[in-house]
Structures are given as structure tokens and as C-alpha cells.
């Protein structure tokens, strides 16, 4: 009986531990350092979920980023600007989206 209950403690403890870690994000994945783990892409998946204005607007600037890049010209040197410009957006929009989830 002693070894039943001390297993299922055990398991109790580690199922609690894991659902803590399971909660946040890393600032290195809000950033786009480094790419999600799978339980941080599905609390980042239900946060878009919540949110769908904001993740529109992010795959909105995703898909200006690409359009810009693919550009032929420099357009006298603003390109360059205009990209730096739309990634800091997307950055911040990522930061407001998963903040409850990183901070």
C-alpha cells in the first residue's frame, strides 16, 4: 500500500511539475530566436486563438516582409529601412500577443 501511494505521489508531483513549465514561453521564442517547442506552439496556437485581430495583423506584416524582400529595387534606400521597420512591428506584436505566456 506504502509503495502505491508514495507511485501515485510521484506521479502527482511530476504531472504538476509539467503542467507549470507547459505555461510559459520563452523570450528567445516571442523574439523569433529560436523556434517554439511543441507544448510553447500549442499555448502559442490558443493564444492567436483568443486573439485573432492581432494574429491577423502579424501574418499581415509577415506577408509585407516577404512582398518587400522580393522587391527589385532599393527604392533609394528605404527598403532596407521599411524592413527593419515591419520586423520590429511584428516583434512587438509578438511580444503583446503571447505576453501573458512569456512574462
Given amino acids: ?3 502505491v501511494v508514495f ?7 511530476s504531472a504538476s511539475f509539467s503542467h507549470l513549465q507547459a505555461q510559459f514561453i520563452s523570450i ?4 523569433g530566436n529560436r523556434p ?5 506552439q500549442n499555448l502559442m496556437r490558443m493564444e492567436e486563438q483568443r486573439h485573432p485581430k492581432i494574429a491577423d495583423a502579424m501574418h499581415a506584416i509577415e506577408r509585407s516582409m516577404h ?3 522580393e522587391a527589385p529595387d532599393d527604392f533609394g534606400g528605404h527598403k532596407g529601412q521599411a524592413e527593419a521597420d515591419l520586423k520590429a512591428a511584428y516583434i512587438s506584436l509578438r511580444k503583446a500577443l503571447y505576453y ?3 512574462h
Fill in 100 to 102: 501573458k505566456l512569456w
Fill in 36 to 40: 517554439p517547442a511543441p507544448a510553447e
Fill in 67 to 69: 512582398d518587400l524582400h
Fill in 1 to 3: 500500500m506504502k509503495k
Fill in 28 to 31: 528567445d521564442v516571442v523574439s
Fill in 7 to 13: 507511485a501515485l505521489s510521484i506521479f502527482l508531483a
